[in-house]
């Protein structure tokens, strides 16, 4: 095959999950219904803390925050997609092609921060209660979101950056809906061992370290809680942490499937759908862990219906 520096690629061409054009329709229905419903979802349980002073507290600051990732990461990827099934149009530019690397880097490593800080302040919460306002400061809360942004946009940089260097062949087809930093540097035609190397050795500290940190918080909360004398204690102390729990598992389920997928099949199909269990699904689905499992976040949205309702 035919190999050409950077500047020379003038497009990639998104395969997404189907060639079947009877099936696009579908595709099309379904991912602009999962797209809105994250844009939505999040946007409310972002007006619900804004609107609600009693939710002026350092968990729902960081609820806020995920929220707003979520509908970044999804505003990333499905947008093309639904545009390139419309138009029937699979290419997207070089240019293009990085921009989305690295914001799918960027807005999946935020999250992931922000899930260990979530975790944090529940540990705080609950083993520290008489020092939770000094410990969760406004500043310390306000660091942790900058730290998390900082340290995930140098990674998505670093890595698109490394991409730069790389000359590719002809075949520019990517068998995903948007543009994946493995299958861009497996169509590469020029050496990618510092890339291969880099994307194994900062995905295993980047994934590692928060997920030890989440671990690590939620040993010590259930060692709390279990020294807990009353019941009634106990299971308020779990309430609070179970929409979080569940958030997590999705995020790093979600995350560990497309991981096992990847080794076990060579079916680019199914990576593909494995993938949008990653991208699209939990952005969809963390607005209703949240409303669903928490009675403060219900009263809020209630508020704001109520609100909404008699200014119409």
């Known amino acids: 095959m035919a190999s ?16 079947d054009s009877e099936l696009q329709p579908f595709l099309f229905g379904l991912f602009l219904t999962m797209y809105l419903v994250t844009v939505l979802g999040n946007l409310l349980i972002i007006l619900a ?11 729902y600051f960081f609820l806020s925050n995920l929220s707003f990732t979520d509908i970044c990461f999804s505003t990333t990827t499905v947008p093309k997609m639904l545009v390139n099934i419309q138009t029937q149009s699979k290419s997207l530019s070089y240019t293009g092609c990085l921009t989305q690397v690295c914001f799918v880097l960027m ?34 809360c306000g660091l942790l979101i900058l730290l998390s942004l900082f340290i995930s946009l140098v990674d998505a940089l670093l890595h698109s950056l490394m991409v730069l260097r790389l000359s590719f062949c002809a075949d520019l087809e990517i068998p995903h809906f ?35 940190g989440i671990v690590f918080s939620y040993i010590k909360i259930v060692s709390s809680i279990l020294s807990m004398p009353s019941a009634g204690g106990m299971y308020k102390a ?21 991981y096992i997928s990847s080794a076990v099949t060579h ?11 990653y991208t699209v699904v939990p952005p969809m689905m963390n607005p209703f862990i949240y409303s669903l499992r928490n009675r403060d976040m219900q009263g809020a949205l209630q508020k704001l219906f109520w609100r909404i309702s008699s200014f119409s």
Do not use: W
């Open 267 to 277: 079916s680019s199909k199914n990576l593909a759908v494995a993938s949008v269990m």
């Open 107 to 140: 807005f999946a490593g935020v999250e992931n921060f922000l899930l260990a800080a979530m975790a944090y302040d529940r540990y705080v919460a609950i083993c520290h209660p008489l020092r939770y306002t000094v410990i969760m400061n406004s500043y310390l």
């Open 4 to 19: 050409e520096n950077q500047t020379g690629v003038a497009a990639f061409f998104l395969l997404g999950l189907s060639e």
């Open 178 to 212: 948007f543009c994946e930093l493995a299958q861009v540097i497996k169509l590469a035609c020029s050496n990618t061992l510092i890339n291969g190397i880099l994307v194994y050795l900062i995905t295993s500290i980047y994934s590692t370290v928060p997920l030890l």
């Open 49 to 59: 803390i804004s609107s609600d002073s009693h939710l002026h507290t350092p968990m």
């Open 238 to 258: 779990f309430s609070t942490c179970g929409s979080h729990l569940s958030v997590v598992f999705l995020f790093y389920g979600t995350a560990f499937g497309v």
